[in-house]
């Protein structure tokens, strides 16, 4: 049972890393292709660098975390 869970753990890590790196992409790709049919001023290019940069801070930050054991967390907070 403990393999299932560790299988079932790593498809969720992989799922969301691929979420939290692809939704600030089209968040401002579509904020960028708004503004410009709104404003026309082009704005497109610096929102996707933008957005790419918030996906890849995103994703390293659940990566970084994603090894920690929240059990363990819990027994240094408690001493």
């Avoid at 939290?20 to 049919?37: D, G, H, N, R, Y």
């Amino acid at each position: 049972m403990k393999y299932k869970r560790s299988v079932y753990r790593t498809f969720a890590l992989i799922t969301q890393l691929g979420l939290s790196m692809i939704t600030p992409i089209f968040l401002c790709v579509f904020l960028a292709v708004f503004l410009e049919k709104k404003f026309s001023i082009s704005l497109f290019i610096p929102l996707v660098i933008m957005g790419v940069l918030a996906g890849g801070r995103n994703t390293y930050y659940l990566a970084k975390h994603a090894n920690e054991d929240p059990e363990e967390k819990e027994e240094h907070q408690d001493e």
